[in-house]
Structure formats: C-alpha cells, structure tokens
C-alpha cells in the first residue's frame, strides 16, 4: 500500500524534470535574440491582459482628455504632445485598453533595442545571457509601470533608447544619416517629455569629448553635430512655437511653480528612498559593484564610449533631481531615463565582474525580484483586497456622482483629472476650475464651463464648504453644491496694477478684463468676492477677501480700486508672489491672475 501511494508522487516528479528538459532543449535550438524577443512578446500579452483590466490612473484619464477633449495640439500645459498623440490612435478601441494599447507596443520596441545594443557591445552573449537580460528588465519596478500605463514616460523611454542607439550608430559610423537618426531621436525625445533634456545634453557632452580625446576629425565632428542640432530643432519647431504663443507656460510651471512649496529637509530623503524603490533595493547593491568594476577596465573605442555615455547618463539623472529635492519635493519617474544604465550596468556586473558565489545570490535576487512583482501585477488585476486608489473604484465613485448630477453637468473645483475620470466612465458633461492655491493645468486653455453659464450645474467641493457628501463615494468622500444659476469665472483676468500697503490694509488698484459674452456682476445668489492670497501651495496659504461690487460689462476691461484687510499676511506679504482670484456661489476662488511680486 505505502508503495502505491508513493506512484502519483514519483510520476509527478518524472513529468516535471521531462517538461524542464523540453523546456531546456526548445531554449537550446533557440537563439538568444529569439529568446529575448518570444518572452518580450509574452509579457506584452500579459501587459495587455493588465491594461485591459485595471482602470485608468488619475493622469492617464487627464491625457485621455487631452487626445479626445481638446484635441490634438503642439503642446499642453503640463507636458509636450507625444502621450496625447498615442492615445489618439487607439481611441477606437474600448474601454482602459483603448487609451493604453499604443503605449503597450513601445515597451517590447525598445527593451529589444536595449538587447541589440548589448549584443553589440558583448557579441558572445548566450542563451543564459538572454534569460538573465530578461529577468533584469521584469525585476526593475519603474519598467513595470511604465510598460503599463499611458504617460508621458513610456514614449521618453522609447524614444531615450533610440537616442542611445542613434548616438552609438554615429559615433561608429559618422555619416548624415546617422546624424539625422540623432537628430530625429532628439526631436522624439522633447515631444515626450521635458526631462528627456539632460539625456541629450550629456550624450552631446560625452560625444564631443570623445571626438577631441581621440583626436579623429574634428571639423566633420563638428559638421555632424551641426546637422544633428539642425535636425531636432526642424523637427521640434512646432512646439517651440506652441511653447512661445502661450507664454511657456509649461516651462515656468516645471523650472518654479513646482518648486513653490517651502522646502522640507524629508524632500531629500524622500528621493533617496523612492530612488531605491523604483529600481529595485535587491539589485542596488549589484549596480553599485558593477560601476566600480567597469571604471577599472580597459575597452575598446566603441566599448568605452559606450559605458562612459551609460554612466554619465545615470550619474547626471541622479544627482540633477538630488539637488532638485534640496529645493522642493521630486517624483521617482523623473529618473526614469537612468534606468536603462541601471539594466546595462547590472548586466555589465552580471557578466565581467561578478563572482561565482556573487552570481548565484543575484540570480536568487532576481527570482525573489520577479515573484513579487508577479504578485504585484496580479494583486492589482484582481484587487481582492478591495483597495481605493487611482486605479480601482472609478468607475463606483463616478456613477456616484452622476446620479447625484441626474444629467446636470459637475463642475470640479479641486482636482483637475477627476472630471476626467467622470466623463470617461459616465459620458457626462464636466469642467475643472483651478482653486487658487493649486496648481494650474490644461484646463486654463479651455472655456468648458462657459457653456453651462446661467444654468444649473452640481460642483465638487473641498470638504469645508459644503456638509452635502456624494452617496458612495468611498472612503474620501466627495462634498457637492447644487447651484441654480452658475456663473463661469476662470476666464476673467484680474492684473495688479499698484498697491499701497498702510498699516494692517492694502489699497489696490486693478484691471479686470471680462472675455464672456454677458456682464459680471455681484447679486444675492452669486456674491461676487475678491481674493488676495499667497501663490500656490496649500489651502492653509495665506489669503484676504473683499466683496466686488462693481459690474463689468461684456467683452470689456476696468480699473476698479479695492481695499483687503490683511490680517496675518501681513507677514509674507512681500516673501512670495500673490494671486487674485474671483469667487461665487461659496465656491473657493479661481486662479484669475498672473502671480504678482510687491516691493517695499
């Protein structure tokens, strides 16, 4: 009896070493490209089977908007066009898949790019070397989400490697062509994303030092370099233009609107530790061995080049949003860029420099890395654990608030991707209107809400203006007003002209210009009022109010005078810049005006 019993238990075993020993042998007449290249596609399909499942982060509704609300432009407030133009082409598909589909087709593009750039550096790569490559790739967090979701991210990769790959095709091979393939990848690169930046500036670096160390001829180094600047700036003259008509609105917002915050010592350790996260702690120990390995070798033109682009590119990326966290709060995705010397450097370790005993404790990191983010990407497909997030729930929380609408449209005071998320998931009517502690985004270009004017409209609010909460709406639940007659405001323009500051009251004289086709007046319903506040940050920023009283008539510009009681603003009065903002119905005030630096 014990011996059969023990039958099922042996036959297991014996079809589990016969499906490893076929696994073992279709991997040996494969070759390593092949490899790489049918395991990129599998994971694609389960990208697919993910962005098919999960619902839409807060940004990606925002730039799902962008591609199918305001259209396709040049550029948008807070990042160039790439990620709008992608979701564009696959609107036509339903659903989260829809706006995520493009995106998904980048990641198997260029992680092979990565491969092919690796067998040119390293020919005598192996079935084993495609396996690891593979494994690196999974276990990096950043290259999980980023494969995944629709930002702005995904095409600046794409787009970072085919500058890396361009960069190297012209350094081995100087010719126009190769210059113009630079050329283009750098286009490519500022219409994904800003950052992308200080990639092309230290490839530019590390290219035309080499030319001079190496003494090769400098005169058509130059001419290349030429033709490459040349090249970009033809192919990204549209959004110059665009950056131009509209005042570079997004480059103020990145280089001092996000860095408004008053600085905080934890923003730097913030970065260290999102730092670790988004590219695997595991593996950090392994990079760190592998760079100082590879600054001891000797190489190859081409080899050196290679690893000195790859370093400085990690090395730049790091320490650039270092000092950028000494001066306001960082996001881990900025770095993004660096990950892919991350992946070159940890298989450049994996390959010269690590030990027998060092390689078997990487490869058992590696294991460890992908079945947790196997567990990850499941855990957020099946979400058993019933989580609120960006990315589950939406759809609950946004018929929530139709119903309360019942086909009116909702007007979002605080939060510009959640009228997004509503139109997305309901087909609803919905605006954002910037408060005048937050931020500004693409909204300000729009004059939505001037089409809901004098009619009735449900608005979203912060919770301390209104006790009406949104049946349903989750754990953060949502406050609304119900408005008879709604009076657009976001697209008045209030500008400081003078100020006089006596005592505890500033006396101030102001223009507002009217753009909308009907006068702006104060009544019992509307009670127009004038805000004074300190520019951007939170709701605890300082600020003052006065009624508006004055009428201004449609299409039309007046000075009015005005007087605020300053009260505790008195103290940073002349510290940070001011805003003006107009509010109505109890609703907190808009961003109506540029920011504003008094003088003593």
């Not at 997004?250 to 996260?277: D, G, M």
């Not at 759809?395 to 009116?408: G, H, P, Y």
């Not at 449900?458 to 009406?468: G, M, R």
Request: charged fraction near 15%; aromatic fraction near 14%.
């Amino acid at each position: 009896m014990s011996s059969s019993k023990n039958v099922p238990h042996h036959r297991t075993i014996t079809n589990s070493r016969v499906s490893l020993a076929l696994v073992k042998a279709l991997l040996h007449k494969l070759s390593p490209s092949l490899i790489v290249a049918l395991l990129l596609f599998i994971w694609w399909l389960f990208n697919l089977l993910t962005a098919a499942t999960v619902e839409l982060a807060n940004d990606e509704a925002y730039y799902w908007w962008w591609a199918t609300g305001c259209g396709l432009d040049w550029g948008y407030y807070d990042h160039p066009p790439a990620v709008a133009f992608m979701i564009w082409l696959t609107r036509w598909l339903p659903g989260e898949l829809g706006v995520r589909f493009a995106v998904t087709l980048l990641q198997p593009l260029y992680l092979f790019l990565l491969w092919r750039m690796w067998v040119s550096y390293r020919p005598e790569v192996t079935n084993k070397t495609a396996l690891i490559f593979m494994a690196v790739v999974f276990s990096v967090p950043l290259l999980q989400l980023y494969g995944l979701l629709a930002l702005p991210d995904a095409p600046l990769l794409f787009s970072a490697t085919l500058f890396i790959w361009a960069l190297l095709r012209l350094r081995r091979a100087p010719s126009l062509l190769n210059a113009i393939l630079v050329g283009v990848a750098t286009a490519l690169i500022g219409y994904s994303k800003y950052q992308g930046i200080l990639l092309v500036a230290t490839g530019f670096v590390v290219y035309v030092t080499s030319e001079l160390t190496e003494r090769t001829n400098i005169r058509k180094s130059l001419i290349l370099c030429v033709i490459w600047v040349l090249t970009a700036l033809l192919i990204y003259m549209p959004h110059l233009l665009w950056l131009y008509h509209h005042d570079w609105a997004p480059l103020r917002y990145h280089l001092i609107e996000r860095s408004a915050r008053p600085y905080k010592p934890v923003f730097v350790l913030e970065y260290l530790a999102n730092l670790a996260v988004a590219f695997n702690p595991l593996l950090i120990y392994f990079l760190v061995k592998a760079l100082i390995c590879a600054r001891k070798k000797q190489y190859s033109a081409h080899q050196k080049f290679t690893n000195s682009l790859m370093f400085w590119t990690l090395v730049v990326y790091a320490l650039f949003f270092l000092l950028a966290s000494f001066r306001g709060r960082t996001q881990p995705q900025w770095n993004l860029v660096a990950a892919l010397p991350y992946v070159w450097f940890v298989m450049y370790g994996y390959e010269e420099c690590f030990s027998g005993k060092l390689k078997k404790i990487f490869r058992w990191m590696l294991y460890i890395s992908i079945v947790i983010m196997l567990c990850v990407r499941i855990l957020a497909m099946l979400n058993p654990m019933h989580l609120e997030g960006e990315l589950w729930n939406n759809r609950q929380r946004c018929e929530a608030i139709a119903k309360v609408a019942q086909e009116r449209p909702v007007v979002v005071l605080h939060n510009y991707t959640l009228p997004c998320k509503y139109m997305f998931y309901t087909h609803g009517e919905a605006c954002c209107i910037p408060v005048y502690y937050e931020r500004d985004s693409q909204w300000k270009y729009t004059s939505s809400d001037s089409t809901y004017a004098f009619g009735p409209a449900v608005a979203i609010v912060q919770s301390w203006c209104s006790d009406k909460v949104v049946p349903d709406s989750g754990r953060d639940p949502l406050h609304y007003i119900e408005i008879e007659h709604y009076l657009p405001l976001s697209r008045i323009c209030v500008e400081l002209l003078s100020a006089d500051v006596v005592n505890d009251s500033l006396s101030a004289l102001v223009r507002v210009t009217n753009p909308y086709p009907y006068s702006i007046s104060r009544n019992d319903e509307n009670q127009l009022q004038l805000r004074l506040s300190t520019m951007i940050t939170s709701k605890d920023e300082a600020s003052t109010i006065t009624p508006f009283d004055e009428t201004i008539p449609a299409h039309s510009t007046k000075d009015i005078k005005v007087q605020f009681a300053l009260g505790r603003m008195s103290n940073s009065l002349y510290d940070r810049p001011l805003r003006l903002g107009i509010e109505s119905h109890g609703l907190t005030a808009s961003i109506n005006s540029v920011p504003t630096t008094l003088t003593h």
